[in-house]
Structures are given as structure tokens and as C-alpha cells.
């Protein structure tokens, strides 16, 4: 049950009512229903007058009290008011909570579950980094982010693919080669000495030299570069990959789809040449000069003559260049063909997950987009902002090309799955993220993913503590949901109890409305939040022993109690799911 739905059905058709006096048809779309800003003004509020007003000829304030007496006479709406220039706020009847707890203990993990996604195919790219090496603790914020989000579309309704871009063309792959290679030479019993600057130096590719070695013995060093290299970038490349997917699955992160950029132009067609043709038939693409960039230098800007795609048509600060002075491809250019890709397969919706380095690139990449799919489909880029690793606040330093890194296996075999995802997701995405490593692993109420997953824990206590005064109160926790579907919620009536069933209607509204904005943190907020307000009442029994969850001499209270508290624990059940946490039901 989502309160607000059906608080929404309820303004809809009190605006329906009205709508033979408008003078025209109302556009029910814009209508919005959600908790005021000021707790104390109600608990629902919905803008319905401001944006109809139009629609109706009146003034806002003047069809607003229309409207508010409308309403008046809809079941569960206890009382409404009209504030400022037209803002409608409703209080509703304690009925309606009660009845939305009695909604989410029925639904269990599946309170909150959404339609609004309508089974739409939404690609959602994530991770994707180089294959150069092991993943470090940089991408796994991204990984974190991305699959979260993933599980939050789907829990929304949506079809979700989960894909991941392997850069393998291009220069970073060229180097990865010549590393293995001399990895090999190693292999073979050769003095490499220190490695030369401008290769990677790291452990991680002894394993590919040593493979290279036992599968072509001394014959590849005997070969040019020419032909060697290929060899060794594909091997090099496939261990990387598995290495990462090794990675990523510590961290229960899986993807649908690897899409290899070799793809685009191997096997016996170029996307990428097919994707500039269809943009320089469709007008989208000329032959020109760039002028010189202003300020910061520009990378991709050369004085002369080059082939360019009429970015600034889509709106983008500058047209871009689609092939280098060589004759290759631009990054770019394969950007657009493979996104043209994801269109191809059905996607309108896309969603790619980059690093804080890549906000320069998103202006170029949703023109390309629009361009390139006729404005029919959609890109979001969220940028994920750097990770601070400390430990104690002190910074743990990594260096990639130093080879000296901080890996992400290395950050969750320390201090665990859970408090990684967590810890990640408990910070807004385009935000520079403090990650102690000392800080997430403490038992108090300052680490968030402890506290949540207490929250968790201490309601299966209660449960389990219950049963000595309701022997007849089920183990199972599907039965006794079910037992407690039936509790006498009228009896709830302090404040803090409707508020914790207020807080527990809103997890539906919340997930629709974090999904919508592609905003997985409001989840592990939203969580925080409610495992605050349960350990809070639990401590207040503590000092009132009338608002313990147990009252040995009435058990009726007390399956009411447990009734909010079988409430608590599906949100957070349902939430910690989402964000990829497990929910214990014992913590030591």
C-alpha cells in the first residue's frame, strides 16, 4: 500500500469532481502528493491547485479551498487546510497507517515493490575500467553505486541490463601488451631489471608473462612486435578480465553483458565507420577547422582540417573531432557507435556510471545521443567523486602506475562486504567520499552500516525474546507475519509509535522517488533513519516500562508491538536487499 497513491487518487478525484467548471481539461499528470516541508503543517501536501489553476480559470488560493472542501469528504483524510497562495496539506486518520502497516507485514520484502517502471528496458553501464590491472578501491564506489542502482530499477519495475564497456583498443591496451611481454621475458629466465617508466609495474601481470611463457615457450620472443603484441594484448586482456570479474564478484557485483570495444570494428564490420555515415547522411556531420580552445588547453583540438560531429546542434560548448590525423578513430567516435549499440538493442533509457575524472565528457556524449538515436533516446550520466582511504584519518596512499595500490579485495577481505556497499552508498554519488577503514568496522551508533544493521538484529530479538511470553508467536518469519497481521493496531497510540508507522508507509514512496532520480544513497539514508527512530523507541522503554514491545501481562499490546516491529524489520530487510547488505539476525 503507498499512502500517497492513494492520497493522489484521492486529489485526482476531487479534481475530477470540479472539472465540468474548468475552463479546460485538467492535466492530472502534474498533480503531486508529498510530505510537506513543515512536519507540523500535516502530513501530506499536494500542489494540485497551483498547477491546475490555469486549467480551471481560477486563481490558485480560490480553487485550492474548492478542492480542500472536496476532499473533506474522502475516507482517511482526518482534516485539510489551504496555506499560502494555494498549497492543499492533509492530515490523515491514524486508520490509514494502521492499514498500511497491516499492507507492508502482508507484503514483507516485497513492500515497497513498484510498477512505475512498467517493464521498461533501462541499460545500466557501471564500472568498465580499464583492463590494466586489478580493480582498486577508486572503482569500487562506481561498482557500488551502479549495482545498487540497478537493484533499485528493478524493485521499481523496471528491465534492467547490467553491462560493462571493456576498453580494450586503444593505447592503454598497447601498454598492458608490452608489460605482459615483459613479464614473458621474465618467465623465461631473463634479467628485466627495474620496470621502464611508462609500463605497469605491478605483481598482477607475473601470472600473464608465466601463461605466455607455458603457451608459446621462447617462439613469441622470436616474433616482431608486430605480431607478438596482439597475442599478448589478448592474452593479457582475458586475465585482467577475469581478475576484475574475481573482484567484482567479492563484492556481489555482477553484470548481464560484456561489451568488448574491439567488437565495434572487428570481425568483419566497423560500427564505428557505420555510425559516421549515418550521422553525415542525417546532416549531423561536416568537414571543418576547430578554433583554438579558450583557457585550459583542449585534448582532442588540432589546427587543420578534420572530420566533425555538430555537437554544438545538440547542445554541447563545442563541435567535436571524430578522426585523429592518422586516420584512426577518437575515443569519441567509439563512444557514440557503442551507445548507438545499446539504442540498437532496445535501449532508450540509458544510465552510465563514470568517475569523477569523466564530467567533461558528459556534455559531448548526451549530444551524441540525441543525435545519433534521432532524439528518441535518453542518457544520464552519474559521476561517482573520488575515495579518500584512511585509516584511523590517516590516508592510506595508492598509485595505480606505482604499483603499489590499494586494491578493492584488499578493502573488503579487511573489513567486509556489507560495510564496504554500505559505506559507499551512505554518501550522495557526486560527493567526495571519506572511507575509514578503521572508522566502518566500530560497533556504534557513528557507523551507519552497524547501526542499520543492528536496527535489523535487535527486532529479530525482540522476537525471539517474545516468545517466552507468546509461546504461540511462530519461528518462521512467514508465519509470523502472518500471525501478526491480525495484532490490534488501535492500541498504538503514542506519538512516537505513529510516527514509526508514518515512517514505514513512506518506504513506497521513497523507492519510486529514488528511483526516478537515479538516487540509490536516499535508500541508506532512509534506512538510517528508521533504525534511529526504532532504537530510540526501544531506549525510551528502557525508562518507561509501559512502551516496552513486551508487556508480559497484556499480550494484546504486545502483538501490537510486535506488529511495528515486524514493520521495522521488512523495510530494513527490503532496503538492506536493494543496497546489496545482508539484514543479521544476531550481531556479536
Not at 363 to 369: E, I, L
Not at 496 to 525: D, G, N, T
Request: contains cysteine.
Amino acid at each position: 500500500m503507498n499512502v500517497f497513491e492513494l492520497i493522489n487518487g484521492h486529489v485526482r478525484s476531487a479534481v475530477a469532481d470540479l472539472a465540468s467548471s474548468f475552463k479546460a481539461p485538467p492535466v492530472l499528470d502534474r498533480i503531486v502528493v508529498e510530505p510537506p516541508r513543515d512536519p507540523t503543517h500535516g502530513d501530506v501536501a499536494t500542489n494540485a491547485a497551483m498547477v491546475l489553476a490555469k486549467d480551471a480559470g481560477m486563481k490558485p488560493r480560490e480553487l485550492a479551498e474548492k478542492i480542500a472542501a472536496a476532499l473533506g469528504t474522502r475516507a482517511g483524510i482526518a482534516r485539510v487546510d489551504v496555506a499560502g497562495p494555494g498549497f492543499i496539506n492533509m492530515t490523515l486518520d491514524a486508520s490509514v497507517w494502521r492499514a498500511a502497516l497491516v499492507s507492508a507485514i502482508a507484503a514483507g520484502r516485497d513492500h515497497g515493490r513498484s510498477r512505475i517502471g512498467a517493464g521498461a528496458p533501462v541499460n545500466v553501464e557501471y564500472v568498465s575500467a580499464n583492463p590494466t590491472g586489478p580493480m582498486h578501491v577508486g572503482h569500487c564506489r562506481g561498482a557500488v553505486f551502479g549495482d545498487a542502482l540497478a537493484n533499485l530499477l528493478a524493485f521499481a519495475g523496471y528491465r534492467v541490463t547490467r553491462e560493462y564497456y571493456i576498453n580494450d583498443a586503444g593505447a592503454q591496451v598497447d601498454v598492458l601488451a608490452r608489460s605482459a611481454f615483459l613479464r614473458y621475458r621474465e618467465a623465461l629466465g631473463e634479467a628485466i631489471g627495474p620496470i621502464p617508466d611508462g609500463l605497469y609495474p605491478g605483481d598482477y601481470l607475473v601470472p600473464v608473462g608465466k601463461a605466455l611463457a607455458a603457451e608459446h615457450g621462447a617462439a613469441l620472443g622470436e616474433k616482431p612486435e608486430r605480431e607478438w603484441l596482439p597475442v599478448a594484448r589478448t592474452r593479457a586482456v582475458e586475465m585482467m578480465m577475469a581478475m576484475i570479474r574475481e573482484d567484482l564478484a567479492a563484492l556481489n557485483v555482477r553484470h548481464d553483458v560484456f561489451f568488448s570495444e574491439r567488437s565495434l570494428t572487428e570481425g568483419g564490420s566497423d560500427a564505428v565507420a557505420a555510425t559516421i555515415a549515418a550521422l553525415r547522411e542525417a546532416g549531423h556531420i561536416y568537414e571543418g577547422r576547430l578554433p583554438p580552445p579558450k583557457g585550459a588547453p583542449v585534448e582532442d583540438w588540432e589546427d587543420r582540417e578534420q572530420t566533425l560531429f555538430r555537437a554544438t546542434e545538440f547542445g554541447d560548448d563545442v563541435d567535436r573531432p571524430l578522426m585523429k590525423s592518422d586516420g584512426s578513430y577518437t575515443y569519441f567516435a567509439s563512444d557514440i557507435a557503442y551507445h548507438k549499440s545499446k539504442f540498437d538493442r532496445g535501449f532508450r533509457d540509458m544510465i552510465d556510471v563514470w568517475g569523477a575524472d569523466h564530467g567533461g565528457y558528459i556534455k559531448r556524449m548526451q549530444a551524441a545521443v540525441r543525435a545519433v538515436t534521432a532524439g528518441q533516446g535518453d542518457l544520464d550520466v552519474k559521476i561517482v567523486q573520488l575515495v579518500k582511504l584512511l585509516r584511523g584519518g590517516e590516508p592510506v596512499k595508492m598509485s595505480k602506475r606505482a604499483g603499489d595500490f590499494v586494491t578493492l579485495r584488499e578493502v573488503v577481505d579487511e573489513v567486509g562486504r556489507d560495510a564496504v556497499r554500505f559505506m559507499m552508498l551512505f554518501r550522495k554519488n557526486d560527493a567526495t567520499l571519506d572511507f575509514d577503514l578503521a572508522k566502518v568496522i566500530e560497533q556504534s551508533r557513528d557507523n551507519p552500516v552497524f547501526y542499520v544493521q543492528y536496527g535489523h538484529a535487535r527486532g529479530e530479538s525482540v522476537f525471539r525474546n517474545a516468545r517466552e511470553a507468546l509461546p504461540s508467536l511462530p519461528a518462521d518469519p512467514a508465519a509470523r507475519a502472518a500471525f501478526l497481521a491480525g495484532a490490534p493496531l488501535e492500541r498504538l497510540v503514542d506519538e512516537a509509535e505513529l510516527s514509526l508507522m508514518k515512517r514505514i508507509s513512506a518506504w513506497p514512496r521513497q523507492v519510486e522517488a529514488a528511483a526516478q532520480a537515479h538516487e540509490p544513497h536516499r535508500i541508506a539514508f532512509f534506512l538510517y533513519d528508521l533504525a534511529s527512530e526504532f532504537h530510540a523507541q526501544w531506549t525510551r522503554g528502557k525508562d518507561l516500562p509501559h512502551l516496552r514491545f513486551i508487556i508480559l501481562d497484556d499480550p494484546q499490546i504486545t502483538v501490537a508491538r510486535l506488529a511495528l516491529v515486524q514493520g521495522v524489520v521488512t523495510v530494513l530487510a527490503s532496503g538492506l536487499a536493494l543496497l546489496g547488505v545482508g539484514a543479521p539476525e544476531e550481531m556479536r
